[in-house]
């Protein structure tokens, strides 16, 4: 057996233990038996100065060596935390203000032309009229019967005088008989009779009473038949419940429409509303009158504000409903056009620093390294609120900062560092 390639294999084993698992201990022997001395051709004068070496440094130029003491150099900045404006980017849709098809309420033959569609149309303008038909006859029908019913009034009316007469005369006839009766000058037969004529003149008065409430009914159910003739002929005209535009064309001309059926449908565009959908997440920074933009697809802006925040979460989604008002007089924004929001909300403190400072701590958490009493290293964790070329914008951060620009990956907590301060960013 060869012994040359089983003594390699066992020296490379032991280097690559020695270089893996035991790294630090090496690099600290290496250290404390090499010691860094100058070339014997500089002179004391001339030596390199490090503090300036190290402010020179760039990002790809991270620190590997341990200084004097077993400290680490490292690039940090003095970070002041800014206000910015917290929005919230919405993607979404245009949407009529009113949109509803108009139908009619009574059936007939469509007569009038037909309106086309893109038409503008005014509120309570006519749309389509229909055949009024036999309406005419049956409202004239229901005017006479209301006409002979109010002349029935006064015929009960004079029933019910004569009644009275009546009864007053039968009282004076039992009066009488009364009198002579006890008197003993009539006998009792008479004024039983006269108290008879007396009660048949009562029953008399409460039919003619009976035949004025008669004569009343009868007026009221006339006049329900001319006010329902007259509402008939009132639906022979479709008319537009509000000013906007014709979506479709009317009914043509000679169309048998039936009650229910659509004579056109007209859309409002001004204002328009702006529709998105927000996140659980953010639903808490819009609030209805909140100033937002927007833009279209076509590049054409707006401006409004929140006008309608949902209370209920779409069960699919999970998202919350955000209408946005804008105005638009020249009516050039369509109904479903995409459109992208930015709802303004109260703005936040935040600082910005380069992407490359953040790190990730054993948890994973992510945060940055900040230098804290006694030059220590401090992970502190954040949350980034907004990406943009500049940097990042962090929260979660104290307002005054020094964070670990370069070097951070090489530290932990409670390691301390040389820093050399390079100017904020923001």
């Known amino acids: 057996m060869k012994l040359v390639p089983i003594l390699t294999a066992i020296l490379v084993s032991v280097a690559l233990y020695l270089g893996v698992f035991e790294r630090d201990r090496l690099l600290e022997f290496a250290q404390t038996s090499s010691p860094v001395t100058a070339p014997a051709d500089t002179e004391a004068g001339d030596a390199p100065d490090t503090d300036t070496a190290a402010a020179s440094g760039t990002a790809e130029d991270a620190p590997s060596v341990e200084a004097d003491g077993g400290v680490i150099r490292v690039v940090a900045t ?55 038909g036999t309406r005419e006859a049956s409202l004239a029908e ?27 005369e039968a009282e004076v006839n039992v009066n009488a008989a009364r009198q002579l009766s006890e008197g003993g000058f009539a006998s009792e037969t008479r004024l039983v009779s006269a108290e008879a004529v007396a009660e048949a003149a009562a029953a008399g008065l409460q039919r003619a009473q009976s035949g004025v409430a008669s004569a009343q009914a009868g007026i009221e159910a006339a006049a329900a038949g001319v006010a329902a003739a007259e509402r008939e002929i009132e639906r022979l005209i479709v008319r537009a419940p509000f000013a906007g535009l014709l979506e479709t064309d009317t009914a043509e001309l000679g169309t048998l429409m039936q009650p229910g059926a659509a004579c056109a ?73 995409t459109v992208e929001m930015i709802v303004a909300s109260d703005g936040r403190r935040a600082h910005l620093l380069p992407q490359s400072a953040l790190t990730l701590n054993d948890e994973g958490a992510l945060g940055v390294r900040t230098i804290g009493p006694d030059n220590a290293s401090v992970f502190m964790p954040v949350t980034l609120l907004r990406d943009t070329v500049d940097g990042v914008w962090l929260t979660d951060l104290p307002d005054t900062v020094d964070v670990i620009l370069i070097g951070q990956e090489y530290v932990v907590d409670g390691v301390v560092v040389v820093p050399t301060f390079e100017e904020a960013k923001g």
């Open 78 to 132: 003095h970070s002041t935390a800014q206000t910015i404006d917290s929005a919230v980017i919405l993607r979404g849709r245009t949407e009529a203000a009113r949109q509803v098809t108009v139908a009619a309420e009574t059936s007939g033959l469509v007569v009038s032309e037909p309106l086309r569609k893109g038409a503008y149309v005014e509120a309570d303008q006519e749309l389509c009229s229909l055949d009024p």
């Open 142 to 168: 229901a005017r006479a019967r209301l006409a002979e019913a109010e002349g029935r009034v006064p015929e009960a009316q004079a029933a019910i005088a004569e009644a009275n007469a009546r009864i007053r």
């Open 265 to 337: 449908t007209i859309i409002q565009l001004d204002p328009i509303k702006l529709v998105g959908f927000v996140p659980e997440a953010d639903v808490q920074k819009v609030t209805v009158g909140s100033p937002a933009a927007a833009r279209l697809t076509g590049g054409q802006e707006l401006s409004g504000r929140v006008t309608f925040l949902s209370r209920s979460a779409d069960e699919t989604t999970r998202t919350f409903r955000v209408e946005v008002q804008v105005p638009n007089d020249d009516l050039t924004v369509r109904d479903g056009q």
